[in-house]
């Protein structure tokens, strides 16, 4: 079935340093990809998506390319802030999931000034 | 902007009890979601609900478990004989359409601790 790995956290970064969490997926149709956010004591915010091959999906200076040749939706952003503290879950869903989403663990991000 | 709100933010119970978690989603919304999240693991889909009745339900949604749209507004997740294993984030989800085209909107989640 359907299926989503990302990378283990939690991952430590200095505020303005460059960030890439990596998420890969398996699926036997084509998916949409999905970033979400969950900030501490929130609830899960749509960060950003794409819905086809090469589609760029960005928001609040993330940024995630859907890679189909690598089956991949790496999250990146140029310069992180401490408000970026959050996790991050990369997510699919599909017409063979019944456009239900598919998560993968999530990863903790947490910025020091 | 609209968003889903559940109630409570966090509900202690002990094994055995019933327990029922609240949502309101977003008004024009007409599909309706649960997902749970136990303390580090993945988010898990529970059910979907729509046009009153339950649309899919995964493994996880036993008998133990329903769902209830008592008026216009509400949409509950009941527990009957709550088990420790059942501890974890419950997340409420609505959108207006049942396809990608639609986005999920999630609520705060209540975070359900069993002893």
């Known amino acids: 079935g359907d299926s989503v790995t990302q990378m283990e956290g939690p991952v430590t970064l200095s505020e303005e340093a460059f960030l890439t969490i990596n998420c890969t997926y398996t699926a036997t149709g084509y998916p949409s990809l999905f970033w979400y956010v969950q900030y501490p004591g929130e609830g899960l915010q749509l960060l950003l998506k794409?819905?086809?091959a090469d589609d760029k999906g960005s928001n609040k200076g993330f940024e995630a390319t859907y890679r189909k040749e690598t089956t991949s939706f790496h999250l990146e952003k140029g310069s992180v802030q401490v408000s970026d503290s959050a996790v991050y879950f990369c997510a699919l869903s599909d017409m063979d999931s019944n456009y239900q989403l598919i998560w993968g663990a999530g990863t903790k991000l947490i910025i020091k000034p | 902007e609209p968003e889903v709100t559940q109630t409570p933010s966090h509900q202690v119970t002990q094994m055995g009890q019933e327990v029922i978690l609240r949502c309101v989603p977003i008004s024009n919304h007409l599909y309706f979601y649960w997902y749970r999240q136990i303390l580090g693991q993945k988010v898990e889909f529970l059910v979907s609900f729509y046009n009153n009745e339950i649309s899919e339900k995964s493994e996880i949604f036993d008998d133990q478990f329903s769902v209830e749209r008592p008026d216009g507004s509400n949409f509950t997740l009941k527990i009957r004989s709550t088990k420790l294993e059942d501890s974890a984030m419950y997340f409420c989800?609505?959108?207006?359409?049942?396809?990608?085209?639609?986005?999920?909107?999630f609520g705060n989640g209540t975070r359900l601790t069993v002893t």
């Open positions: 989800a609505s959108r207006r359409r049942g396809s990608d085209n639609s986005p999920l909107h």
């Open positions: 794409a819905t086809k």
